[in-house]
T-cell receptor, first 110, second 114 residues
Framework: GIQVEQSPPDLILQEGANSTLRCNFSDSVNNLQWFHQNPWGQLINLFYIPSGTKQNGRLSATTVATERYSLLYISSSQTTDSGVYFC????????????FGAGTRLAVHP | DTGVSQDPRHKITKRGQNVTFRCDPI?????LYWYRQTLGQGPEFLTYFQNEAQLEKSRLLSDRFSAERPKGSFSTLEIQRTEQGDSAMYLC????????????FGEGSRLTVL
């Protein structure tokens, strides 16, 4: 089946720093989503981005489907950005079923 | 709020007991998914419904697990004869059912088996 790899697995930042999270996937995908899991466990939708670039405030994402990777950029990080960031992909014919990576655990210190 | 709703949020049970979780998807979403997440891991797919039909089950879904979506609206996930290894967060998600549609997740139901 399709493999999803996220890097780095752990990231520690000082408040105000910028960061880039990467997601590599092993095959063609119909859909790619980025989530932030909050301390209570809920997955918060950040981006639905099968290709191209999107921005939402301090966050932006880029997916290069032909090269099978996606990047999540966090600028001017805040302590509230702490948590786990997941990339998830849907393969063609997957009925929107998402396959998740193992996540990047981000800690932003004041 | 019209997001995905799950109940209960937390469940503590003794080994061998049965537990049931409920998921109410976003209104008019015809696809519903159950995932399981253990500590330090990403969510893993368990099963998927298109309306009331259960169309796919993961190998993770042993015969002690059963899921239903009787009227194509809410869904239940039952675990019989719980084991300590069943302790996890159970996540429900729904999507509109488009060819490539966005999934939205509920807050999850955290199960602890003593």
């Amino acid at each position: 089946g399709i493999q999803v790899e996220q890097s780095p697995p752990d990231l520690i930042l000082q408040e105000g720093a910028n960061s880039t999270l990467r997601c590599n996937f092993s095959d063609s995908v119909n859909n790619l989503q980025w989530f932030h899991q909050n301390p209570w466990g809920q997955l918060i939708n950040l981006f639905y981005i099968p290709s191209g670039t999107k921005q939402n405030g301090r966050l932006s994402a880029t997916t290069v489907a032909t090269e099978r990777y996606s990047l999540l950029y966090i600028s001017s990080s805040q302590t509230t950005d702490s948590g786990v960031y997941f990339c998830a992909v849907e393969y063609p014919g997957g009925y929107n079923k998402l396959i998740f990576g193992a996540g990047t655990r981000l800690a932003v210190h004041p | 709020d019209t997001g995905v709703s799950q109940d209960p949020r937390h469940k503590i049970t003794k080994r061998g007991q049965n537990v049931t979780f409920r998921c109410d998807p976003i209104s008019e979403h015809n696809r519903l998914y159950w995932y399981r997440q253990t500590l330090g891991q990403g969510p893993e797919f368990l099963t998927y419904f298109q309306n009331e039909a259960q169309l796919e089950k993961s190998r993770l879904l042993s015969d002690r697990f059963s899921a239903e979506r009787p009227k194509g609206s809410f869904s239940t996930l039952e675990i019989q004869r719980t084991e300590q290894g069943d302790s996890a967060m159970y996540l429900c998600a729904s999507s509109p059912g488009q060819a490539a549609g966005e999934l939205f997740f509920g807050e999850g139901s955290r199960l602890t088996v003593l």
